[in-house]
């Protein structure tokens, strides 16, 4: 599908990786239903078509990552309208289409994270973030709450310093973030994509099928108790060494040689 520069959302195969673009730098790359959906379809079609590694969601510029759904008036695609003849809204999609992505998913946060930007940011399995970028979920400033990103704010942050920002609506600092364990790394702004490019090369050279197992555990078993997960575990381990990626890695080490994993 080909895409103009003034899209909202540009899709990007850059090697084996496909960036994800939010492309509304003059909206602060806010959220609307065409942007939300884009995103969608852009992690659902590099699962399916097999060939890209990891996927980079960010935004475009430097001032914003997303700040959250757009509250213009007369907005198109306004995030808080609800269709109450669909059973599901368009951002809880995309929020299940991101918890089941078998595929990697780094933010690339070049600016400030706000509200249902903070959201995808917390939905992302890794984050790298420039030193001068600021977070926050502001909606009790204009009489909501976090509803929808809630529950992937619950999975990744401290539960009192989550109620505090919900409550103050205020804004923090990259450095509080990090010190929360939310963001895996902190960079000048300067080496945010050296950085990101490190930490992609120590993705894309691993058995995709390894990647693809090992996140469906990590989700399956931190909603399970530890019974339950012990279980899990336990099947999963034939299941994996069953794979041609583990016969091939297993071989590999023995033969003292680079392994050529092919997802299978």
């Not at 790359?29 to 884009?38: F, G, I, K, P, S």
């Not at 959250?68 to 951002?91: E, M």
């Not at 399995?125 to 709450?145: F, H, L, N, P, Q």
């Given at each position: 599908?080909?895409?103009?520069?003034?899209?909202p959302?540009?899709?990007e195969?850059?090697?084996?990786?496909?960036w994800?673009?939010?492309?509304?730098?003059?909206?602060r790359?806010?959220?609307?239903?065409?942007?939300?959906?884009?995103?969608d379809r852009?992690?659902?079609?590099?699962v399916?078509?097999?060939?890209?590694?990891a996927?980079?969601l960010?935004?475009?510029?430097?001032?914003?990552f997303?700040?959250?759904?757009?509250?213009?008036?007369?907005?198109?695609?306004?995030?808080f309208a609800?269709?109450?003849?669909?059973?599901?809204?368009?951002?809880?999609?995309?929020?299940k289409r991101?918890?089941?992505?078998?595929l990697?998913v780094?933010?690339?946060?070049?600016?400030?994270?706000?509200a249902?930007?903070?959201?995808?940011l917390?939905?992302?399995d890794?984050v790298?973030?420039?030193?001068?970028i600021?977070i926050g979920?502001?909606?009790s400033?204009?009489?909501?709450?976090?509803m929808?990103?809630?529950?992937?704010?619950?999975?990744?942050?401290?539960?009192r310093?989550l109620?505090?920002?919900?409550?103050?609506g205020?804004?923090f600092?990259?450095?509080?973030?990090?010190?929360?364990?939310?963001l895996?790394?902190?960079?000048?702004r300067a080496?945010?994509?050296?950085?990101?490019?490190?930490?992609?090369?120590?993705?894309i050279?691993?058995?995709?099928?390894a990647?693809?197992?090992?996140k469906?555990?990590f989700?399956?078993?931190?909603?399970?108790?530890?019974?339950?997960?012990?279980?899990?575990?336990q099947?999963?381990?034939?299941?994996m060494?069953?794979?041609?990626?583990?016969?091939e890695?297993?071989?590999?080490?023995q033969?003292?040689?680079a392994?050529?994993?092919?997802?299978?």
């Amino acid at each position: 599908m080909s895409q103009a520069a003034t899209d909202p959302v540009l899709l990007e195969r850059r090697g084996d990786v496909l960036w994800i673009i939010i492309n509304r730098e003059e909206r602060r790359n806010a959220l609307n239903q065409e942007v939300v959906q884009t995103i969608d379809r852009g992690i659902a079609e590099a699962v399916a078509g097999g060939e890209v590694k990891a996927i980079v969601l960010t935004g475009a510029g430097d001032k914003a990552f997303c700040a959250g759904a757009d509250l213009a008036k007369g907005a198109k695609g306004f995030a808080f309208a609800v269709d109450f003849s669909r059973p599901k809204h368009y951002i809880v999609d995309l929020f299940k289409r991101l918890q089941e992505c078998t595929l990697p998913v780094i933010a690339r946060v070049n600016g400030h994270a706000m509200a249902g930007g903070f959201g995808l940011l917390c939905a992302c399995d890794m984050v790298i973030a420039a030193d001068d970028i600021r977070i926050g979920t502001t909606e009790s400033k204009i009489g909501m709450t976090p509803m929808m990103i809630l529950p992937y704010m619950l999975r990744v942050l401290p539960p009192r310093k989550l109620q505090e920002m919900c409550i103050t609506g205020e804004q923090f600092t990259a450095k509080e973030a990090y010190e929360w364990g939310l963001l895996n790394y902190l960079v000048p702004r300067a080496e945010l994509d050296t950085k990101l490019d490190w930490l992609l090369s120590r993705i894309i050279d691993k058995s995709p099928t390894a990647i693809r197992l090992g996140k469906q555990a990590f989700n399956a078993t931190r909603d399970m108790g530890l019974r339950e997960a012990l279980e899990y575990a336990q099947a999963m381990v034939p299941v994996m060494s069953s794979t041609q990626d583990a016969k091939e890695g297993m071989g590999a080490f023995q033969e003292k040689r680079a392994p050529n994993f092919t997802g299978t």
